[in-house]
């Protein structure tokens, strides 16, 4: 069973695979070839590649590299399957996201088999994990696969393949970085090296190594895409900035201003010098424009080019070692070791103090030298009554602000301001992932059964940590009251190195981890002969363990009260702390569930023409206390050569996450809002727009800071989600060498898991109002927004893949390919039996749109009509070249800006380009040029981004890249 002998004329589904891969490309001949049985994702009987009836998609990691790609988020980007947010995509890192159901709903495996959770929300793996010098494949099953592989394969499987063996050794040296500056830069370093031929000695072992670094780009690195006049059709200059908490400090008298108090900020000594650049920039206020027209908010405000990230830096480091040994017998055992960390910058702005902190604001008394009037700050110029007690109206100019000018009357009063550290730059914090696993397996026949057993331990830690920018609350107020720190400029000397020494760097405080341990056998055999070749089932039984641990929140900046306990709630919430910005978190708990699993599968070669598979598989989970029953069928039609039929039906699952159910604290967040039921709103989701009702006090229910549970720690009500999916297609050869592919897919999914938003309260506060928690006197104590199961899914596409071979005698061996996926349908309900939204081609700030993605994104899926990759490949002797395309098509904006009409984003093509050369012994060089045609991210005037839609472009521009691979031996 595990070999069988090719004529020289290919199949046409072997074709089909070899097309697809680039193998047809390398091979110049049509001699005799050998096909190994090997796994093919989807099924657990070995069969040549391209005999399954699944559709498969298969990109080697030589393709993937002439494409251009840098790292694995460029794959999940232009995989027309993927409807990923790779290129920001956060601390998560990238990861896959097939038919935009979001990344809990895709499987992503390493060889077949699990790897451990990303442990915060253990819902995913990110592709930062996977090791590339030891890629051989990347396969993407299209079709849901919880028949064979349990949970989370609804929307399909993600599975990495490393090479089975490798002899020899190479380094390989990467530089990528964009034409316009050097933020953005890639550098990496790879190198592999293996001993042993397996055939010949019995035995190979060899390991891998791969580690890369990234810069972060900035606002300030692309002022076009921010201040272009482009933006003005977008209403982005109809009103101007109020003044936001900034370096250069808006000051007033009041403590009280965190609520809305205006007289806590109403000055600011550099604003008639234009601030301070580049950490600050001059406004009259939003107010400006009003009418009647107001001045109260002219001050300083933060340059948001200055602090903000357009893209994260971010390292990755990847170990992976593969041993294997033949033993007598016709047995093989193998171990595999891989280790990867990566860490993303993930840039915060300019962090300020909140109420988690001592206050919200700083303080500085009269003795500072940086008090205003002392000389060294000036005073500002007020008009109107200015007696010392009071505060006047700030000074702009006679036109805008007439009256009686004279300088503020400080009277040493006490002053209260916010502030952030400009000095030490843009805050980020340091989010480390760190993935281990150690896999254990064997394979061989024994009494007429081939089998596959293995042991699977894996690991992943997430540690979240200080970067940079962050500052300790009470050290930068005694720097205030000292006299060392200036709020009101630029450090000096000693108020710089002073700031250094307060910054907070490196300090975890958020640490979680995850475990996988599993043990799996399959048996397969075959039971007779059928008139197309033998009927063969497969057995396979696995137990697994998943556990998370949650540590203790880290108590080294936690308040403590007057009775010497910490500031923590009875849930284990740190309610106040010391470090400026973030916040220690995490309730001391280990949590595990135990699932039992068992899969039967059948392939039947009825005829020469005709094959089914069938499989079935339970899965129990202990914690759900209840048992799915998943079953697929597959058809499989080739009444001739050049064509091939497929067809196929599935149901499938996803369990709650462990920390869905389990969830040992409740996940609290903060917002300034309204109360919607005492301080209804026209407008509820902005805030200071109620009215406080009768007997209510508006203080106390008007845009105040609310807390809101993101997570519950009783969700025993939660219940699997569910899937019914089909897929209709097949493939054919219309002429020598034209390989053409088609499937008609349909996913419909219930139970859907979601999170209810905030803003769903907000607007209809009577709907919700069991989700309102108060307190004895009638104020909101939180509100509830956790995981419940509450919509539906559904959804329908074509996928569309062509490849074409063209081998001349002089001028080499032309590739062409297309993938490519059509949504017809893709629409859902946040709630049972509430109304079905489309979400195809459309852009939306809609909160109802939030829903699908709930418990991982807070964005709405963006799900293109029409989104491919093709390209164009040569190969003459030791040269190749390749361009290829990724585009996609555009989207209709359901909620622009409101003072802009723009509702057409465009669609979005991107170029790439690169070419090698192999004739130097040893040594292959390869160049590239990434964003050929230096094509911007397309408009948008969604008040969800900031005129240009990031999540599936290049915003870097034209880079290039160069690449070295030197082989040893």
Not at 909 to 923: E, F, T, V
């Amino acid at each position: 069973m595990t070999h069988a002998r090719l004529p020289s004329q290919l199949t046409l589904c072997a074709a089909a695979v070899f097309a697809l891969t680039g193998a047809a490309q390398a091979q110049e001949t049509a001699a005799p070839v050998t096909m190994e049985r090997i796994q093919v994702t989807g099924s657990s009987i070995k069969r040549l590649a391209g005999e399954t009836a699944l559709p498969v998609s298969v990109n080697k990691a030589e393709e993937l590299e002439a494409r251009g790609h840098t790292e694995l988020k460029d794959l999940l980007l232009e995989l027309p399957q993927s409807q990923s947010m790779g290129f920001n995509s956060g601390a998560a890192g990238p990861v896959l996201n097939l038919r935009g159901l979001g990344p809990m709903r895709t499987l992503t495996l390493l060889n077949g088999r699990r790897l451990a959770n990303e442990p915060l929300q253990d819902q995913y793996v990110s592709a930062n994990v996977i090791p590339r010098m030891a890629m051989d494949r990347a396969e993407t099953l299209r079709d849901g696969a919880s028949s064979i592989y349990g949970s989370d394969a609804i929307g399909g499987v993600q599975n990495f393949v490393m090479k089975d063996t490798f002899k020899g050794a190479k380094l390989k040296l990467d530089f990528n970085a964009p034409e316009r500056s050097s933020p953005g830069q890639t550098k990496a370093v790879a190198a592999i090296a293996g001993f042993g031929d397996l055939a010949a000695d019995g035995w190979n072992i060899y390991g891998s190594l791969d580690h890369q670094s990234k810069s972060a780009l900035f606002k300030g690195d692309r002022p076009e895409l921010y201040d272009g006049s482009a933006l003005t059709q977008l209403g982005f200059s109809v009103a101007p900035s109020n003044k936001n908490q900034s370096p250069i400090a808006n000051y007033g008298f009041s403590a009280s201003s965190a609520s809305g108090n205006r007289n806590n900020n109403n000055y600011n000594s550099s604003f008639a010098t234009g601030c301070v650049a580049p950490y600050s920039l001059p406004t009259l206020g939003a107010g400006s424009v009003a009418t009647p027209v107001s001045y109260s908010n002219a001050g300083c405000y933060r340059d948001p080019n200055f602090f903000d990230a357009v893209s994260d830096g971010s390292k990755i480091t990847n170990l992976f070692a593969k041993g294997s040994m033949n033993v007598a017998g016709g047995h093989r055992v193998s171990l595999e070791l891989l280790h990867s960390a990566f860490t993303v910058e993930k840039y915060r702005g300019m962090q300020l103090p909140s109420s988690n902190e001592p206050a919200t604001t700083y303080t500085i008394p009269s003795t500072s030298k940086f008090y205003p009037g002392k000389g060294i700050t000036p005073l500002v110029n007020v008009v109107g009554v200015n007696d010392g007690t009071n505060s006047p109206a700030m000074f702009i100019d006679s036109t805008k602000t007439p009256g009686t000018v004279s300088a503020l009357n400080m009277n040493n009063r006490l002053v209260y301001f916010q502030w952030g550290p400009g000095e030490l730059g843009a805050a980020y914090r340091n989010d480390e992932q760190i993935n281990d696993r150690l896999v254990l397996s064997a394979e061989g026949s024994v009494w007429n059964w081939d089998y596959r057993v293995g042991l699977n331990y894996g690991h992943s830690q997430r540690n979240t940590a200080t970067g940079g920018g962050y500052l300790l609350y009470s050290k930068a107020q005694e720097g205030f009251t000292n006299g060392t720190l200036n709020p009101f400029g630029p450090q000096d000397a000693a108020g710089l190195e002073y700031l250094k020494s307060i910054e907070l760097r490196d300090y975890v405080y958020r640490k979680n981890e995850a475990y996988n341990k599993a043990i799996d056998a399959t048996l397969t055999r075959e039971l007779m002969q059928l008139k197309g070749g033998p009927l063969v089932l497969a057995v396979t039984g696995e137990l697994r363990r998943d556990e998370a641990k949650v540590h203790a929140a880290p108590l080294d900046y936690v308040a403590k009260l007057a009775n010497g306990n910490y500031n923590i709630s009875s849930a284990g919430v740190v309610l106040k702390d010391d470090i400026v910005g973030e916040n220690p978190t995490g309730v001391a708990a280990k949590l595990h569930r135990d699932i039992k699993s068992v899969v039967a599968e059948i392939d039947a070669p009825l005829t020469k023409q005709w094959s089914v598979n069938g499989a079935v598989r339970s899965d129990t989970y202990s914690d759900l206390k209840t048992t799915t029953v998943n079953p697929k069928l597959s058809v499989r039609y080739q009444p001739m050569t050049e064509l091939m039929l497929r067809a196929s039906a599935n149901t499938g699952f996803r369990a709650p996450s462990i920390m869905d159910i389990q969830n040992p604290t409740p996940e609290v967040r903060q917002v300034q809002m309204d109360d919607p039921v005492l301080c209804p709103s026209a407008t509820p989701l902005t805030t200071n727009t109620g009215t406080a009702v009768p007997g209510a006090d508006a203080s106390k229910v008007c845009n105040v800071i609310t807390d809101y549970w993101t997570k519950s720690p009783d969700n025993s009500h939660l219940k699997p989600e569910k899937s019914e999916g089909w897929s209709i297609g097949g493939a054919f050869e219309p002429m020598r060498g034209l390989l053409v592919t088609v499937d008609y897919w349909s996913l419909k999914v219930k139970d859907v898991l979601g999170a209810l938003t905030l803003a769903e309260v907000q607007q209809q506060p009577a709907k919700y109002s069991a989700n309102i928690l108060r307190k004895a006197d009638g104020t909101i104590n939180y509100i509830l927004t956790s995981q419940a199961n509450r919509g539906d899914m559904n959804m329908r596409g074509l996928d569309v893949a062509a490849t074409y071979q063209l081998r001349t005698k002089d001028l080499g061996t032309f590739n062409f390919k297309l993938d490519g996926s059509y949504y017809d349908k893709y629409s859902f309900s946040v709630e049972k039996g509430g109304a079905m939204l489309d979400n195809v081609g459309i852009l939306t700030g809609d909160a109802r749109y939030v829903g699908p993605n709930a418990g991982l994104a807070t964005a709405q899926q963006i799900v293109y009509r029409w989104k491919h990759t093709a390209a164009v490949a040569w190969r003459l002797g030791n040269w190749s070249t390749q361009v290829s395309q990724r585009y996609n098509s555009g989207l209709t904006d359901l909620t622009p800006r409101g003072t802009s009409t723009y509702t057409d984003v465009k669609a979005y093509k991107q170029y790439n380009l690169s070419a090698s050369y192999g004739g130097i012994k040893n040594l292959k060089l390869s160049v590239g040029v990434n964003n050929l045609t230096n094509v911007y991210p397309v408009l948008t005037a969604n008040t969800r981004f900031d005129g240009y839609l990031l999540s599936n472009a290049d915003v870097m521009g034209r880079a290039y890249r160069v690449t070295a691979e030197y082989t040893f031996f």
